[in-house]
């Protein structure tokens, strides 16, 4: 549904797992620093290089609070997150 993104495993087995991000990792933690402050939505706070060319890792564990979002809203918090961090 997000173009480029990447869930590892595919599809998620449990509440924790990997999302690879087309991103530089410092420009997904400044855009998420962003929106946190706009919408209290914290998207992510730690991202790590990863094996594939352009892209960063971020571990997500979804817990009671990213339930009681819609997919939608975790959709839209994503797809503007790779908007504010691209190049």
Aim: charge should be negative; proline fraction near 6%.
């Amino acid at each position: 549904r997000l173009p480029g993104v990447r869930i590892v495993p595919a599809p998620a087995h449990t509440s924790l797992f990997h999302v690879h991000l087309p991103r530089a990792g410092e420009r997904l933690l400044d855009a998420s620093a962003a929106i946190a402050e706009e919408r209290s939505l914290a998207l992510l706070t730690r991202v790590r290089p990863c094996d594939i060319a352009g892209y960063s890792v971020v571990e997500l564990s979804i817990g009671d609070g990213a339930c009681a979002l819609s997919l939608d809203e975790v959709e839209d918090g994503f797809r503007e997150l790779l908007e504010r961090s691209d190049d």
